[in-house]
T-cell receptor, first 113, second 113 residues
């Protein structure tokens, strides 16, 4: 049963600390996406990789957020320094195109105090 | 500027009746549309999709209708079951190499027993 996995599932940290979220996409998928879900904004796209190359990170605050794919089995999203407004659920999704279906991980619930 | 809009944040339906969830879009370049279902504390799961060359796609109790001239799509669930209670997201992708998804803000469906 192939699934996208994300770690950690929950993270509580203090303002100013570095946060790293990890994602293992489904084996064989060549696209990886990072989304943030907030109450007000729904699902916002933060970053998008195809074949490990970043294609679009326009949704990401560049001064504090960074996304990488060091290899095909790992995607990371880093926030440094974290701020209370970063509190949200962060989802990773993977897919292969075409078609366009994306498969989501369970999310990382981040709370920045 | 929201390119994909779900104007009803919530919908309640009696078990056994039809649930109709609506979605409007503004980008004429969208050519592929998807519906995702999300339970609390889980990632969204793909439900059903439709290409712009079709106006209807059916999968069991779920049917998606696309009206390109009105830039409107809808998801019909018949008959509705209590297990269908979840947040439903409409998503769309545009022609081009990026193929990223643009999501609506979601509709909370509650099916009452």
């Amino acid at each position: 049963d192939a699934r996208v996995t994300q770690t950690p599932r929950h993270k509580v940290t203090e303002m100013g600390q570095e946060v790293t979220m990890r994602c293992q996409p489904i084996l064989g998928h060549n696209t990886v996406f990072w989304y943030r879900q907030t109450m007000m904004q729904g699902l916002e796209l933060l970053a998008y990789f195809r074949n490990r190359a970043p294609l679009d990170d326009s949704g990401m605050p560049k001064d504090r957020f960074s996304a990488e794919m060091p290899d095909a089995t790992l995607a990371t999203l880093k926030i440094q320094p974290s701020e209370p407004r970063d509190s949200a659920v962060y989802f990773c999704a993977s897919g292969s195109d075409p078609p366009n279906e994306q498969f989501f991980g369970p999310g990382t619930r981040l709370t920045v105090l | 500027d929201q390119q994909v809009k779900q104007n009803s944040p919530s919908l309640s339906v009696q078990e056994g009746r039809i649930s109709i969830l609506n979605c409007d879009y503004t980008n004429s370049m969208f050519d592929y549309f998807l519906w995702y279902k999300k339970y609390p504390a889980e990632g969204p799961t793909f439900l059903i999709s439709i290409s712009s060359i079709k106006d209807k796609n059916e999968d069991g109790r779920f049917t998606v209708f696309l009206n390109k001239s009105a830039k409107h799509l809808s998801l019909h669930i018949v008959p509705s079951q209590p297990g269908d209670s979840a947040v439903y997201f409409c998503a769309a992708s545009a022609v081009g190499p990026s193929r990223q998804l643009t999501f609506g803000s979601g509709t909370q469906l509650t099916v009452l027993p």
